[in-house]
């Protein structure tokens, strides 16, 4: 018998010790505290009602790579950007998965993630910071990768860029981030770890759709833990029910504690990527004020995407229907034109001679920007 529970507490043991690190933000920061890092300072949640805004918000990728697994696709950083514009705009196909219950919780935060089209410089660029480093894995809490002394790369003018910092993390850590004000600027920005940014259906992680991306992300914008401090409830939100400990895998719905049903689609939880679904009305909120209080010199510029060349925009020629749904008609003739989305990639190159109807039904809906005689033109795509 005692062999028998000597073997079991073995087992509870590894698997518990081998249980993934969703987030390592609470971690992270107590370890700030013991370096003397911390900025100990209080926040207020100040609630102006602030929603039904939309904010760009300025990224910088910085994909630190010592073997080509870890210098990830141009494609995987689209998909991280794509994942988390529709996560923070509700346009998510799988915010139908969130019950009846929570429904009327949902939130909005209307943030849009736009990669940044200039360098420090002002040179064209693409966003994306791709450094070789020797440094085959990072140490957790560290801050190793954010300084290029230690083999990673020093944050781009934290102020005013989303700074995000993509390697290989030691141990089982998915990522962490640093929140509002708790840090000195060369620290602060989102760390995660390359394996689990964007969306990668070929890998059989549970993490592969990018919502770590979005979870660390809504650290950057003030939010806690749904479970932060169990059923004391102090995430700081009445519309996200109490919950005792982190939620894992992807569990049938209702689940229980602390006297209530759990929330465990919300981002902030630790479930399965393909089992979060919802932000709500309350942690849109305090994104929103943690924006325009703590962070708003990120939204000085309105649309990062306008700099993919250094041309103003320009009314003086006509294209309808603007959005459109498959056909754009350009009044022009004889001209060539350009076409970029908002990851700035070249989308269109085309010369115009007579037909100035464009069949652009194999674009995918949303914003693009095209350049005719050095002049931008924002277009919208149904």
Known sequence: MRFLLNILFFLSYFISSAQINRCSTDEYRNNLKDRGL?????????????LNVNYTIPVVVHVLYNNNNQNISDERIF?????????????????INVPLEFQS???NVGFSFCLVQQDLQGNPFTGINRV???VDIFQGFTDDMKFSSQGGVDAWDPLNYLNIWVCDLSGNTLGFATMPGDVDPELDGVVIDYEYFGVDLSSDSPYNLGRTGTHEIGHYFNLEHTFYAGCSDWDGCDDTPSLSSPTYGCPAFPQESCQSINMTMNYM???????????????AEIMVNALSTYRSDLISDNDCSIKLIDYVEDKSVNLYPNPFSDILTIDIQNENILMYDIYGRNVLNQYIENDNNLNLSYLPSGNYFIFIKNKIYKIIKN
């Open 38 to 50: 911390y900025n100990y300072h209080k926040q207020e949640i100040v609630y102006n009602k602030l």
């Open 269 to 283: 939880d630790y479930t399965n990527d393909a089992c979060m679904h919802m932000f709500t009305i309350c942690q």
């Open 132 to 134: 070789y480093t020797e």
């Open 79 to 95: 998909s991280q950007i794509q994942t988390l514009n529709e996560d923070y705009n509700m346009s998510n196909l799988d915010l």
């Open 105 to 107: 919780n949902i939130g």
